[in-house]
């Protein structure tokens, strides 16, 4: 199985950026796509973005897209979301997700793995 920690939550103030980091402990992350998904207190879990197996393509939910970019290292076993422009409405726990064959991104039913959260705090 694939085993994902997320780390580089915290709080920050409206219009600061956070790094947020998900390590994988398997040679099985080279093979998964990725994706990021938040969950808000009393909301449903939404889409953040996603980043294929290669690091060459991704996907963005309009919400973030402009603020919010994603890169992976497979070298180190990493991807990253790197968090610009932070608003209010951004405050969420975020997690990481992968999976091998996901092709429908945005849809976290698809992801078979998934870590524990961070919590992202932005505070305006």
């Known amino acids: 199985q694939v085993q994902l920690v997320e780390s580089g939550g915290g709080l920050v103030q409206a219009g600061g950026s956070l790094r947020l980091s998900c390590a994988a402990s398997?040679?099985?992350?080279?093979?998964?796509?990725m994706g990021w998904f938040r969950q808000a207190p009393g909301k449903e879990r939404e889409f953040v973005g996603a980043i294929n197996r290669s690091g060459g393509s991704t996907y963005y939910a309009d919400s973030v897209k402009g603020r919010f970019s994603l890169s992976r290292d497979n070298a180190k076993n990493t991807v990253f979301l790197q968090m610009n422009s932070l608003k209010p409405e951004d405050t969420a726990v975020y997690y990481c997700?992968?999976?091998?064959?996901?092709?429908?991104?945005?849809?976290?039913?698809?992801?078979?793995?998934w870590g524990q959260g961070t919590q992202v705090t932005v505070s305006s």
């Open positions: 398997t040679w099985m992350f080279s093979r998964c796509a």
């Open positions: 997700a992968a999976d091998l064959y996901v092709l429908e991104y945005p849809d976290a039913s698809k992801y078979e793995y």
